[in-house]
């Protein structure tokens, strides 16, 4: 075990006790007894929500870094992400788990998102349209913009940062689909430009909206 004294903290494994530093703190936990039902049914629907999120997180990890950033805390926003799917967006039908992409966020903050989004896609050009929330204030009307595209099933995934605002009410693109795409899902959020500074905060970003699928 490496450490620089038990108070100054360390990482390694001391009998069933494993230590570890991550994201500015150090955390102690014990080692579990092994499980009695390791394959239990319970067990099993878990496992399988937790890897169907996992894999589904994992296509479009840069992109949630960037949305998932304020609501870290303590821990990567790639887990954060994960945390909300797992908590938000996995419906169970019988024996059939799968994800419900209308509940999917793919960003998460405070600022005002908009409404009423409307989506077009003809002739290789996706349109957006929305409203704005009732009553608010001008200071956001230069929000910018951030699309994701993505079709988990087909592991491929496109995300634009567009020059358009929220004052624009609408937005043209000429994503690029590959073929073989068949279900590809499209979100949109809004961020501040002053998370050019390097910092992420909630107030900066907002909750992403599900514009539907292609």
Not at 14 to 33: A, E, F, L, Q
Not at 36 to 54: D, E, G, H, M, T
Not at 141 to 149: Q, R, T
């Amino acid at each position: 075990m490496k450490s620089n004294g038990i108070f100054a903290g360390g990482s390694g494994k001391i009998g069933n006790v494993v230590s570890c530093y991550r994201y500015g703190k150090y955390y102690m936990r014990t080692i579990p007894d092994k499980v009695k039902q390791p394959n239990s049914p319970k067990q099993l629907v878990a496992r399988q929500k937790f890897r169907i999120a996992q894999v589904f997180t994992s296509k479009i990890k840069l992109f949630v870094k960037f949305g998932f950033a304020a609501y870290a805390n303590n821990r990567s926003a790639y887990a954060a992400a994960i945390s909300y799917l797992l908590n938000n967006s996995i419906k169970e039908d019988n024996s059939n788990i799968e994800i419900d992409y209308s509940k999917v966020c793919v960003s998460m903050g405070t600022r005002p998102e908009v409404r009423e989004v409307t989506m077009n896609y003809e002739n290789n050009i996706l349109s957006l349209k929305w409203n704005n929330l009732e009553d608010i204030s001008q200071k956001y009307n230069n929000d910018s913009l951030a699309i994701l595209l993505v079709d988990a099933e087909e592991q491929w995934y496109s995300s634009f940062f567009s020059k358009a605002v929220r004052s624009d009410y609408s937005v043209e693109l000429m994503p690029v689909i590959p073929n073989h795409c068949n279900n590809v899902h499209v979100y949109l959020c809004l961020y501040s430009q002053s998370i050019l500074s390097g910092n992420i905060e909630e107030e900066d970003i907002s909750p992403s909206v599900y514009c539907g699928g292609l």
